[in-house]
């Protein structure tokens, strides 16, 4: 007997919610049992019924290109561990004390420092803890990418305009960035603009390590030569 497909001879007391993922392997057995090959299916098959077809529900949002938002993330360079806190930033369930009020784990969603709403911009870029070392950020953006940020919310979703090794620094400072003040939230301090040079410059030695001389045709000469004294 198989349980997917004599569902009325089950016994009553089995549940059919299950996790997400049994679900769909059981939504997806139930169509191909209805193909004239079943069950001489190949992967192929298989795989197009599991690809998603809905989009992310950020990509709804306006005044970002997500299209590039989201290949930018995937720029083969980017730190595994930032990567993973970039993307929740990008779907919003990056944990602020906002988020962390919405789902009631927290009596105020205010900043402990500033009183005001903790939303993702506040903890990245509004906030007084991070106002110097955002304001460096920019700055070193300004000299080592040759980009001018007149529009943060595009900037820390990575849609940026330039060429590609221009482009490919930005991904590197701005995931760096938003890694650097991640891993300060817990301080009450400010964040020093040390901390995000000391992140940038180690980034750059690991990138050094892996490209070798094959380092300036990804990022920018500027970026290349980046030392303590600068
Ligand atoms: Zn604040």
């Given at each position: 007997?198989?349980?997917?497909?004599?569902?009325v001879?089950?016994?009553?007391?089995?549940?059919?919610?299950?996790?997400?993922?049994?679900?769909?392997?059981v939504?997806?057995?139930?169509?191909?049992?209805?193909m004239?090959?079943?069950p001489?299916?190949?992967?192929?098959?298989?795989?197009?019924?599991l690809?998603?077809?809905?989009?992310?529900?950020?990509?709804?949002?306006?005044?970002v290109n997500?299209?590039?938002?989201?290949?930018?993330?995937?720029?083969?360079?980017?730190n595994?561990?930032?990567?993973?806190?970039?993307f929740?930033?990008?779907?919003?369930?990056?944990?602020t004390?906002?988020?962390?009020?919405?789902?009631?784990?927290?009596?105020?969603?205010?900043?402990?420092?500033?009183?005001?709403?903790?939303?993702?911009i506040?903890?990245?870029?509004?906030?007084?803890?991070?106002?110097?070392?955002?304001?460096?950020f920019?700055?070193?953006?300004n000299?080592?990418c040759?980009m001018?940020?007149?529009?943060?919310?595009?900037?820390?979703?990575?849609?940026?305009?330039g060429?590609?090794?221009?482009?490919?620094?930005?991904v590197?400072?701005?995931?760096?960035?938003i890694g650097?003040i991640?891993?300060?939230?817990?301080s009450?301090?400010c964040?020093?603009?040390?901390?995000?040079?000391?992140?940038i410059?180690?980034?750059?030695?690991?990138l050094?390590?892996?490209?070798?001389?094959?380092?300036?045709?990804?990022?920018?000469e500027?970026?290349c030569?980046?030392t303590?004294?600068?």
């Open positions: 007997l198989n349980p997917l497909f004599n569902i001879e089950l016994p009553v007391n089995i549940s059919f919610t299950k996790s997400k993922f049994y679900n769909e392997i939504q997806l057995t139930r169509k191909l049992i209805h004239n090959s079943f001489n299916i190949d992967s192929k098959v298989i795989y197009e019924y690809l998603p077809n809905s989009q992310p529900l950020v990509n709804s949002r306006p005044n997500w299209k590039k938002s989201w290949k930018n993330l995937n720029f083969k360079y980017v595994i561990y930032v990567r993973d806190i970039v929740k930033f990008f779907h919003e369930i990056i944990t004390r906002s988020r962390l009020f919405q789902i009631k784990k927290i009596e105020s969603p205010l900043c402990l420092i500033c009183d005001s709403m903790e939303t993702r506040h903890m990245f870029v509004e906030c007084r803890k991070v106002k110097y070392v955002f304001q460096y920019k700055d070193m953006l000299k080592i040759k001018q940020i007149t529009d943060s919310n595009k900037i820390l979703h990575l849609d940026f305009k060429n590609k090794r221009q482009v490919n620094t930005a590197i400072m701005v995931t760096t960035y650097c991640w891993y300060s939230r817990s009450i301090k964040i020093e603009a040390q901390d995000f040079k000391t992140n410059i180690k980034q750059n030695h690991m050094h390590l892996i490209l070798k001389d094959n380092i300036i045709k990804y990022f920018t500027e970026f030569k980046v303590e004294n600068m």
